[in-house]
């Protein structure tokens, strides 16, 4: 009986610390990754070289506008065109010494990669170089994860930057329909970690450090329900603009087809 209780701990122990984020690796992480953007929402650095945050569509929306201009054809008739034009995008970090507010880091990012259908948007920082030494793995595109696994938020809810909350993945078959998201049907995970006004944009981590998730929705008063847009739609969309590569995936073959046409 003895041994089988000195058994049973140690599985205990094992499956503890299997579903755990060391403390310490989760702090630096957070630090060098989880970004302000807009002021409102959140964005997780996915690369360094170009120098990439992942974030919310529904996050960057006010820095998307449509233009009108006149153009003339061949025979001189004057028409109007109507084009897409992408502002900049203010993202900030804030340095803290204990309680007291240290310093902030803003800087300038171009909005290289939106897709309002799956409320997904890419922005690459203007700075030639930062300071940065971390970015955040993407679960490869052949994982998936599981309902009952640990999760664990990164964000900036209500204006509190840098926050992180723990739970649960509590289902992975759900699937939404969101006025932002063109009504368009969008698979989600469902989480019991909090979910609030500014956590968007930011990150869902499995136990390993790796995003498995970008948190996009919560509930308004059942605040136990989050929901986050899969790793398989992010790299759909990092492909579909032709940076998958540059967080060790695969691009769309259309990127390599247009890359053949200009070598040609």
């Known amino acids: 009986m003895k041994a089988l209780t000195i058994a049973a701990a140690m599985l205990l122990s094992t499956a503890s610390s299997a579903l755990a984020w060391d403390a310490a690796d989760m702090n630096a992480v957070i630090d060098q990754t989880n970004f302000i953007v807009n002021r409102g929402c959140s964005g997780t650095l996915i690369s360094l070289e170009p120098p990439l945050i992942l974030t919310n ?12 201009r006149d153009v003339a054809d061949a025979d001189g008739k004057i028409s109007s065109i109507k084009e897409q034009k992408l502002d900049p995008v203010p993202v900030v970090q804030v ?14 990012s171009e909005i290289v990669a939106h897709q309002k259908n799956r409320d997904l948007a890419v922005l690459q920082l203007r700075a030639t170089s930062i300071p940065h030494t971390i970015f955040s793995p993407i679960l490869p595109e052949s994982d998936s994860v599981s309902r009952g696994e640990a999760v664990w938020a990164v964000g900036n809810p209500a204006g509190l ?6 739970g649960i993945i509590s289902s992975v078959t759900r699937t939404f329909q969101f006025p932002w998201a063109e009504n368009e049907d969008l698979p989600m995970i469902q989480t019991d970690v909090g979910i609030f006004g500014g956590n968007s944009g930011g990150a869902l981590y499995n136990a390993d450090g790796v995003l498995v998730g970008v948190p996009a929705a919560g509930h308004s008063t059942a605040t136990h329900l989050g929901l986050a847009i899969p790793t398989a739609i992010v790299w759909e969309v990092l492909a579909k ?3 998958a590569e540059h967080v060790g995936g695969s691009n769309d073959e259309s990127c390599n087809e247009e890359e053949e046409t200009v070598d040609n």
């Open 95 to 108: 340095s803290y010494d204990g309680h007291e507010t240290v310093g902030s880091s803003s800087y300038v």
């Open 57 to 68: 569509h529904h996050c960057i929306t006010r820095n998307i506008r449509t233009v009108s």
């Open 241 to 243: 603009h032709c940076l």
């Open 161 to 166: 930057d840098a926050t992180v909350t723990s």
